[in-house]
C-alpha cells in the first residue's frame, strides 16, 4: 500500500480518436474514474505516473490519491490499462475509486521459497502452478505478496491457495483446494534437455574413434552388395 503516492489528473470534456490523439502528444493518455457510489468521471493522466505504480512493489494493487484539477480528491486503484501492440505505450486507463472503510476483492502474487526435497533427493521438478491467489480485504491490509515454503514437498506433494498465511481482515476467495506449487516427475523432454548437454561433450578421440568404427561398416555392407551382385550378372550373361 502506498497511499502517499498522489497522481495529477485533468478532466476531460470532449471524447473519440483525435481527442485522444492530442492528449498523447502532450504526453498524457485518457483515463476514467468510476466506483464507489459515485459518478464515473472523464480525466487525462501521465502514463508515466502510471507506469511507475505498475512497476511498484504492490503493482496494480497500489492504492493512490488521484486528484483531478479543479475536482475531486479520491484514493484510487488501477482496475485496467491498454498498451499498444507495436510501441508498448500505454494507451488507455480504468481507475476505481476507492472506500477504505469498505472490503475489496484483490489477486495478490504468490511466491515461494526453499528447494522441495523432492527435486533434491528424488530428482523430481517443482512446477509454479499459479502465480496469484484472491483474497477479499480491507484497502489498507492488502499485502505485497504472499509466501510459501516448498523445503518439504516430496514426489507427487504440493502446497494449495488453503496455506496461505491470512492476517487481519484477510478472507480467501480462491479455493483452498487450488494448487499453487508441486513437485512432479520430470517429463521425458525434460530429461532429454539435462541428458543431451552432457552426450555433446566429446573428444577429438572420441569423435575420431566414432568415425573410425563407422566406416568398416559401411564398407563392410558395400563389399556384401556386391558380391550379391555378381551371380546376378552372370547369369544374365548366360
Known amino acids: 500500500m502506498a497511499r502517499d503516492i ?3 489528473a485533468e478532466s476531460r470534456v470532449t471524447r473519440g480518436k483525435n481527442e485522444s490523439r492530442r492528449l498523447r502528444q502532450r504526453g498524457m493518455i485518457p ?3 468510476y466506483g464507489a457510489y459515485g459518478q464515473a468521471v472523464a480525466v487525462a493522466v501521465s ?3 502510471v507506469t511507475r ?3 511498484s512493489k504492490t503493482g496494480h494493487n497500489t492504492i493512490f490519491n488521484l486528484a483531478i484539477r479543479e475536482g475531486e480528491t479520491a484514493p484510487a486503484m488501477l482496475v485496467d490499462w491498454q ?3 507495436v510501441k508498448d505505450t500505454l494507451l488507455h486507463v480504468d481507475l476505481k475509486r476507492i472506500d477504505l472503510s469498505k472490503r475489496i476483492r484483490v489477486s495478490v502474487p504468490v511466491t515461494t521459497f526453499g528447494e522441495a526435497k523432492g527435486v533434491k533427493q ?3 521438478l517443482l512446477e509454479l502452478v499459479v502465480r496469484e491467489v484472491e483474497i477479499e480485504c480491507l ?3 492488502i499485502p505485497e505478496h504472499f509466501t510459501l515454503d516448498v523445503t518439504e514437498l516430496m514426489m507427487g506433494q504440493s502446497v494449495r491457495a488453503g496455506e496461505v498465511a491470512l492476517t487481519g481482515s484477510m478472507v480467501l476467495v480462491s479455493s483452498a483446494e487450488l494448487v ?3 513437485v512432479v516427475a520430470m517429463r521425458a523432454e525434460e530429461v532429454a534437455a539435462v541428458v543431451a548437454p552432457e552426450a555433446a561433450v566429446a573428444t577429438p578421440e572420441a569423435g575420431a574413434a566414432a568415425a573410425t568404427t563407422a566406416e568398416p561398416e559401411v564398407i563392410k555392407k558395400g563389399k556384401k552388395e556386391e558380391e550379391a551382385a555378381v551371380p546376378e550378372t552372370k547369369g544374365k550373361k548366360k
Open 139 to 141: 484497502p489498507d491490509e
Open 31 to 33: 483515463a476514467i474514474l
Open 83 to 85: 498498451y499498444d501492440p
Open 47 to 49: 502514463p508515466k505516473e
Open 6 to 8: 498522489s497522481v495529477a
Open 53 to 55: 505504480i505498475l512497476h
Open 122 to 124: 528424488q530428482d523430481g
Open 180 to 182: 499453487i506449487a508441486h
